[in-house]
């Protein structure tokens, strides 16, 4: 059976581990708060300017002051501190962050990612997408494996303008976790509960690679 999107962040939130500083992007990656293991220390950083994000706010516990980079409420962990956009920014561009977790509209095979704009459609702008892609060198994306007609959003090249260049390393999907490598394109690592290669293999359009040791997702 596919993941729903918490099934997704559960997943991505294995990829954390102890001490890292982690950017989470709007959309399914703001639901990685909510899943850290009780063993590991991780500090979220959101680029308006908060280090030490917590998971989402229970109804009594809402700050309308206190939000993340999507406007959604959110909590703050002990000694989280607050801080202007241009010191969240030299954080993200000097490379102080460990693991980017992003949102996509597209995948390709090379590592591009599409995930700010739909020609024709309003949108606010890049916001910190193109920083983020630009200087982190660890990105996972977290998405659904096809669009709502059930089209491939993992294709040969993006058909979306792009935000970067050859810069995914991983993508977590409602079906599969899959690596990229830019000369063999997504390679299949682990399928969803209930899920087979032969049900991934059918929702991807890019080059898939499928080893052996292919593995079910524990979540």
Same mark, same amino acid.
């Given at each position: 059976?596919? +993941?729903?999107?918490?099934?997704?962040?559960?997943?991505?939130?294995?990829?954390?581990?102890?001490?890292?500083? !982690?950017?989470?992007?709007?959309?399914?990656? %703001?639901?990685?708060?909510?899943?850290?293991?009780?063993?590991?220390?991780?500090?979220?950083?959101?680029?308006?300017?908060? +280090?030490?994000?917590?998971?989402?706010?229970?109804?009594?516990?809402?700050?309308?002051?206190?939000?993340?980079?999507?406007?959604?409420?959110?909590?703050?962990?002990?000694?989280?501190?607050?801080?202007?956009?241009?010191?969240?920014?030299?954080?993200?561009?000097?490379?102080?962050?460990? +693991?980017?977790?992003?949102?996509?509209?597209?995948?390709?095979?090379?590592?591009?990612?599409?995930?700010?704009?739909?020609?024709?459609?309003?949108?606010?702008?890049?916001?910190?997408?193109?920083?983020?892609?630009?200087?982190?060198? #660890?990105? !996972?994306?977290?998405?659904?494996?096809? #669009?709502?007609?059930?089209?491939?959003?993992?294709?040969?090249?993006?058909?979306?303008?792009? %935000?970067?260049?050859?810069?995914?390393?991983?993508?977590?999907? #409602?079906?599969?976790?899959?690596?990229?490598?830019?000369?063999?394109?997504?390679?299949?690592?682990? %399928?969803?509960?209930?899920?087979?290669?032969?049900?991934?293999? #059918?929702?991807?359009?890019?080059?898939?690679?499928?080893?052996?040791?292919?593995?079910?997702?524990?979540?």
């Amino acid at each position: 059976m596919a +993941l729903d999107k918490n099934g997704i962040a559960k997943r991505i939130a294995q990829e954390l581990k102890d001490g890292y500083y !982690v950017n989470l992007g709007i959309g399914i990656p %703001t639901l990685v708060a909510n899943f850290v293991a009780d063993d590991i220390n991780v500090e979220f950083q959101s680029e308006n300017g908060i +280090l030490g994000m917590g998971p989402y706010p229970t109804e009594d516990k809402v700050d309308a002051d206190l939000i993340n980079a999507g406007k959604e409420t959110i909590t703050a962990r002990p000694g989280a501190v607050y801080f202007d956009s241009a010191t969240s920014f030299a954080m993200i561009r000097g490379q102080h962050v460990q +693991l980017t977790v992003l949102g996509a509209m597209e995948v390709s095979e090379k590592g591009d990612i599409a995930n700010w704009k739909i020609p024709g459609k309003m949108v606010k702008g890049m916001g910190g997408a193109m920083d983020l892609v630009a200087s982190a060198e #660890n990105i !996972v994306v977290a998405m659904m494996h096809t #669009n709502k007609a059930g089209e491939s959003k993992l294709l040969p090249e993006c058909s979306l303008p792009l %935000t970067g260049v050859g810069c995914v390393k991983r993508v977590v999907t #409602n079906l599969a976790v899959l690596d990229i490598d830019p000369k063999q394109g997504f390679i299949l690592r682990e %399928t969803a509960p209930g899920v087979s290669i032969e049900d991934v293999k #059918n929702a991807t359009a890019g080059k898939l690679v499928i080893h052996s040791d292919v593995k079910e997702m524990q979540i």
